[in-house]
């Protein structure tokens, strides 16, 4: 793989694009050119990175060509629809969705536990949600050195998009903002 390699970010106007965005320029990764990519409705407005307004790109089929790296963050759907034709293209992907978690034939990685595990990749690697990556690296930490038998997780869910004023999993009224 190129040592400044062309990454694409799917799904980069949502909130977890974003922070993708920010991390790459953040953690200084080593981006020889970068590509985000959304939905029809994006397309066309512009994000920065490294002072640099690049413009949003639709996601299409043949939105990766020339891509060596796509961060997903764009839903499930939307990675079970691209992500395969992203890897069919020479592209690695990490998929930050639930779509390939439970699948046998793509690595599930959290690189702070077994970072190993995606080079057994065939062009997908899965991540697991939030909760479970922070709890998984602080479980490893204690494995051996308590009698802990297990982990209660209760997980506090954002409820995304402004105009979203109910919980679809609760009967709490959300405050206009």
Request: hydrophobic share 40%; aromatic share 4%.
């Amino acid at each position: 793989m190129n040592r400044n390699p062309h990454v694409a970010v799917v799904g980069a106007t949502g909130a977890v694009g974003v922070e993708m965005i920010k991390t790459l320029e953040r953690r200084n990764f080593p981006v020889g050119k970068l590509t985000l990519l959304a939905s029809a409705r994006s397309a066309g407005k512009q994000l920065k990175f490294r002072g640099e307004a690049i413009p949003i790109k639709e996601l299409t089929k043949d939105s990766f060509t020339g891509i060596e790296i796509a961060l997903f963050s764009a839903g499930g759907g939307a990675s079970k629809e691209f992500a395969p034709l992203a890897a069919r293209d020479g592209c690695v992907v990490i998929d930050n969705s639930s779509a390939f978690r439970m699948d046998d034939a793509v690595p599930l990685v959290i690189p702070e536990i077994n970072a190993r595990d995606a080079k057994s990749h065939q062009g997908i690697i899965a991540n697991p949600n939030c909760t479970t990556a922070v709890t998984l690296m602080r479980s490893i930490r204690c494995t051996g050195r308590s009698k802990c038998g297990g982990f209660l997780r209760p997980a506090i869910r954002p409820c995304p998009g402004r105009a979203q004023r109910r919980s679809k999993n609760s009967n709490v009224r959300w405050p206009r903002s």
